[in-house]
């Protein structure tokens, strides 16, 4: 295998840890796209305490960069890969699909976007855009967290699922060659569990188990993984809301051993009390990804003719808890309050 | 009239001002049971800013205590009514009814008592431990807020419909009669709305629609009633939620009109952006009022073979954040925490 040119877009928690795994495999060079940790690891390189790799301290890829390259004006050769691992907020512009756009050769069919992020229908905006690139669906397992800018600790081994998206103008054996190319550059450096998949929808409805049930309501009623089991109520909640994405995945044609929905709930160790994303994203006063973890299971589901009720009320809730980050951020103005009888 | 001797237990926003308007109208000589503001109000009394009373400072009611009075230990004469204003939470003991017994004669049919507290089914338990007890029904639209301990800002209209819960041990003119005289004897001081309902039921289910839906999504999102309305998705919730209670009341024999949902949302005004009741008690890290908002209307509209879904989410969350409240205070004992991979 030729080295390949990677762009890999967001250095945070699962971007650093695949850049990482990229670079030691031997047959990447990886350019690194940061935003918000940009000076800290431009100056100190990557603190990473890792499970997989060990301790590494000053730690950088071949390239780093604060900006998406611009093919075009900096006069750049095409990458080969261009890895996605930042967050998938269609709500909030730009979207992923348009914030590549500088990366991408006019009429595509050199690049191959591989899209580490979670949730359902994320390739659509990108087949939309670039209709003849190759587009990969990763689904990341992995276990880490950035305590601090450029600090990175992977408790939980990294395990990648990496399949194609199905698109309708690209053949099944021309995806399945550039999965399987993917595969072998990640996992080269021995380090990690990267595996071929053939069912994307299989690996990403299966996800949305815990992604659109346990995650949002972690978020929402503020108790981690471990105490939503502990609370009384919380499992049976917890439970309804998955068994409604396993129907609607059933009725998508995927169909999950009965055994998720007690898998999923009892997926993080209890006593590690671990806040999953949308929790972690609702503490921080960030975003939270919920038109794909929520709003496209919900959707699919309905157009299905699956009851989703408690779908339906998490998805506007977390559309609400959306509101109220835009109203914290100044993004949506508010008539001026008044006192009560005034 | 003759003076009535009344024991009002909770001298909180509602408590207080029940207080003040009965011992105003000349007809009542009231003993106020105070617990977490006894201190100050024995000391100061209650500062007053209400727009029915004026401004008054210092204000005292006839007697102050900080323990239920025990008739038999004490040996008092018993009191013609009981008037229990503080929070209904059966869920945690001691509950409403067991907490006003020594304060109730053996076998009695004397002394009336008066719950001016939410929510549906709220008499059952009086009736079973007080077989023979008038018990009437209150349901109060105050807006008024204890400020500090001992200080009351009531910037809304007392208005409070009185009427007396079937009991099949007491005859309907009878309880209709003490409701009666509860209401002049309330109303005598003229600074208040005090009116005799004949439909109990109609008055709680119309409630309701507010406190069984807007209130405790308030409470679970956190955006007070203002902000709900003009947040993405918060209506539809909010709707969706009070359609199923209106559905519920239908099925119990109570015709709402079908303004009533968009009455409800609209209650508040807008730009007062007020946090309802449950949503205060979440920020204060109280309990909340959860069984009989929303716990008995759901149990009564699903008896009923209404589909309540939103309700049910709504539940759930609900008795998740109780539980969150008993953990904070260290009424339940968690393993534990261990760091992952240890």
Redesign the interface.
């Known amino acids: 295998m030729e080295k390949n040119s990677v762009l890999v877009i967001g250095g945070g928690a699962v971007g650093a840890i695949a850049a990482l795994n990229l670079e030691v495999g031997g047959f990447a060079t990886v350019t690194l796209v940061l935003r918000s940790n940009y000076e800290a690891v431009k100056r100190d390189g990557y603190t990473v305490n890792s499970?997989d790799h060990g301790m590494l301290k000053g730690w950088k890829p071949t390239h780093l960069r604060n900006t998406i390259p611009d093919l075009a004006q900096e006069t750049l050769p095409p990458y080969d890969y261009i890895v996605l691992t930042t967050k998938n907020i269609p709500d909030i512009p730009p979207s992923s699909a348009s914030l590549i756009a500088p990366a991408i050769p006019d009429s595509n069919t050199h690049t191959t976007v591989v899209l580490i992020q979670n949730g359902l229908n994320i390739e659509k905006p990108f087949i939309d855009a670039y209709p003849n690139t190759p587009i990969l669906s990763g689904v990341s397992m992995i276990?880490s967290t950035e305590t601090a800018l450029g600090v990175i600790s992977q408790?939980?081994h990294d395990r990648l699922l990496i399949g194609a998206f199905e698109n309708p103008n690209i053949s099944t054996t021309a995806g399945e060659g550039k999965a399987k190319e993917f595969v072998k550059m990640y996992s080269a450096g021995g380090k990690t569990e990267c595996v071929y998949s053939e069912n994307v929808k299989h690996d990403r409805w299966r996800k949305l188990v815990y992604n659109a049930a346990l995650n949002p309501?972690c978020a929402?009623?503020?108790?981690d993984t471990?105490?939503?089991r502990?609370?009384?109520?919380?499992r049976?909640?917890v439970g309804?809301a998955m068994k409604e994405v396993v129907e609607a995945a059933r009725k998508a044609g995927v169909e999950l051993k009965e055994s998720v929905v007690g898998e999923m709930i009892e997926a993080d160790?209890?006593?590690?009390?671990?806040k999953p994303s949308m929790m972690v994203d609702v503490e921080k006063g960030n975003f939270i990804e919920f038109e794909n973890l929520i709003g496209e299971p919900l959707r699919e589901g309905k157009k299905l003719g699956v009851a989703m009720?408690?779908l339906?009320?998490?998805?506007?809730?977390a559309?609400?808890?959306?509101?109220?980050v835009k109203?914290k951020r100044g993004m949506?103005e508010?008539?001026?309050?008044?006192?009560?009888?005034s």
């Open positions: 499970c276990g408790e939980d309501i929402i009623v503020d108790l471990g105490r939503i502990l609370a009384d109520g919380g049976e909640l309804q160790p209890l006593e590690v009390y671990l009720p408690t339906e009320v998490l998805y506007l809730m559309k609400v808890v959306q509101w109220r109203e949506v508010i008539p001026a309050k008044r006192e009560m009888g």
